[in-house]
């Protein structure tokens, strides 16, 4: 399996609080993902990253931020959580010049 | 990107070979076809991608018809393990996609004893 973990596993919170969801890998992969997955809707892209300071926005970035300084750390910043954002949130890398997409188990947030 | 069509849901019995179609007539010469499937709760994992040739490797084949307008992913001998949400998806390699994918809502199969 990919060297991809993802901190916290499970999250609660209240609307308005700041979260901050991490991805570490083990894989030197340049490029990292984070996606949210909610029933009806799939998995939908956030954001991304193609290398350390380069990122960009997925399908559904609104109310979210990222950060990359370093190759093996993926953040994903809820400023001010809203309870449309409780969801399955998972993290993906990838090598470049691929598709294949390796993923971490996932974290469950709650915004209540 | 190219848009695939899965049927929403398929059962097989164990033991059985297991084969999912998916349509992609509107993919263009450089997208490539990939298979991940999610078991629940758990992250999507890579199956199978290929281009125009079929390909085959330890988890699954996949036929693309010659047209590349539709392809089927076989697994030769479902297992209950195999119970899960397969995706197909059309996608162009890397380069300036930045290896994106964009997944649709699958197909569920269910494999019974």
């Known amino acids: 399996d990919a060297g991809i973990t993802q901190s916290p596993r499970h999250k609660v919170t209240e609307t308005g609080t700041p979260v901050t969801l991490r991805c570490h890998q083990t894989?030197?992969?340049?490029?990292m993902y984070w996606y949210r997955q909610d029933p009806g809707h799939g998995l939908r892209l956030i954001h991304y990253?193609?290398?350390?300071?380069?990122?960009d926005k997925g399908e559904v970035s609104d109310g979210y931020s990222v950060s990359r300084s370093k190759t093996e750390d993926f953040l994903l910043t809820l400023e001010s959580a809203t309870s449309s954002q409780t969801s399955v949130y998972f993290c993906?890398?990838?090598?470049?010049?691929?598709?294949?997409?390796?993923f971490g188990p996932g974290t469950r947030l709650t915004v209540l | 990107d190219a848009k695939t069509t899965q049927p929403p849901s398929m059962d097989c019995a164990e033991g059985r070979a297991a084969n999912l179609p998916c349509n992609h007539s509107?993919?263009?010469?450089?997208?490539?076809v990939y298979w991940y499937r999610q078991i629940h709760s758990q992250g999507p994992q890579y199956i199978i991608h290929?281009?125009?040739n079929n390909e085959t490797n330890e988890m699954a084949s996949l036929i693309i018809t010659e047209d590349r307008k539709s392809s089927t992913l076989i697994l030769p001998h479902a297992t209950l393990r195999d119970t899960a949400v397969y995706y197909c998806?059309?996608?162009?390699?890397?380069?300036?996609?930045?290896?994106?994918?964009?997944f649709g809502q699958g197909t569920i199969l269910t494999v019974h004893p």
């Open positions: 993906a890398i990838s090598p470049p010049a691929t598709n294949e997409q390796f």
């Open positions: 894989e030197n992969h340049r490029y």
């Open positions: 990253s193609y290398g350390v300071k380069d990122t």
């Open positions: 509107t993919i263009s010469g450089n997208e490539y």
């Open positions: 290929g281009l125009k």
């Open positions: 998806i059309a996608e162009n390699a890397g380069g300036t996609s930045y290896g994106k994918l964009t």
